[in-house]
């Protein structure tokens, strides 16, 4: 019921009218998929209208909180994460106080309409980004405060995943640039960086690092609750776009 459910920030109202966390576009195929925290993996075709759902579950598991996802255009796979089988977006507190680590790396092929869990174990997954090369996925481990690095191809031992980077603040989103690179968004803990040995500035929040975790460049919020809670930044056409998943503002920066 669209009278009910545009614009509403009621939580209770969130499993009726859902709530899109990723968006991503397929150049080649103009479909626009969507990683709803309550409804699952949709999609949207290229003459618009309703999305489609297509997928709800992996393993026989429901989704709980399908949260970010990132395509690979030359084979139309669809990785994604869902932060918990536990806890829904609503409830996310108890998955940080609990430390749940019942996170998932998922992936969804076109072709066969078919999900796979790539690795599963994790502690709130949250942003996904592919590599340019299309040969790894970065992944924000939100609640340990770290940057997974995933080889698309499994291994011997599967989807082992190295750790790229470790912070002191909690990652959301990754968006990777034209040139490869790739923009972490810390949502919160901004009280917690006080001094800057780490090459940090003293109140970051963003970072772009280079496909082995090199710092590039930081954003500073100086402090202020201009960009407060920041859970996106996307680079394109020289600027910087800042989105929120809880405030409400659209912010632009000169990269």
């Known amino acids: 019921d669209r009278k009910v459910c545009d614009g509403s920030t009621n939580p209770e109202l969130e499993p009726t009218c859902g709530r899109p966390l990723g968006l991503k576009f397929n150049s080649k195929t103009c479909d626009l998929y969507i990683a709803d925290a ?3 993996l949709l999609v ?19 989704f709980k909180l399908t949260n970010a996802l990132d395509i690979d255009t030359n084979t139309g796979m669809i990785y994604f994460t869902d932060s918990s089988k536990t806890f829904q977006r609503r409830q996310i507190l108890f998955s940080a106080i609990t430390f749940d ?12 309409k078919e999900v796979s869990v790539m690795y599963k174990g994790l502690a709130f997954p949250n942003g996904v980004a592919l590599s340019k090369d299309h040969s790894f996925l970065l992944v924000a481990e939100s609640i340990k405060m770290r940057i997974l690095k995933f080889k698309v191809q499994a291994g011997g031992k599967g989807y082992v995943p190295e750790q790229l980077v470790q912070l002191s603040r909690i990652p959301d989103n990754i968006k990777s640039n034209e040139k490869g690179e790739f923009w972490v968004a810390l949502n919160t803990g901004r009280e ?3 001094t800057d040995w780490l090459g940090f500035s003293i109140d970051p929040i963003g970072v772009k690092y280079d496909q ?22 996307l680079e394109f056409n020289g600027k910087l776009y800042l989105g929120s998943v809880v405030k409400p503002y659209l912010g632009i920066f000169y990269a």
Do not use: C, H, M, W
Request: hydrophobic letters at 30%; a positive charge.
């Open 101 to 112: 680590r019942s996170g998932r790396l998922l992936k969804y092929d076109p072709r066969t």
């Open 44 to 62: 949207v075709g290229r003459n618009g209208g309703k999305a489609q759902q297509l997928a709800t579950s992996a393993d026989g598991i429901p």
């Open 192 to 194: 917690s960086i006080q």
């Open 38 to 40: 309550y409804f699952g």
């Open 212 to 233: 082995d975790g090199k710092v590039l460049k930081q954003l500073d919020g100086n402090g202020g609750l201009t960009f407060n809670s920041v859970s996106e930044i």
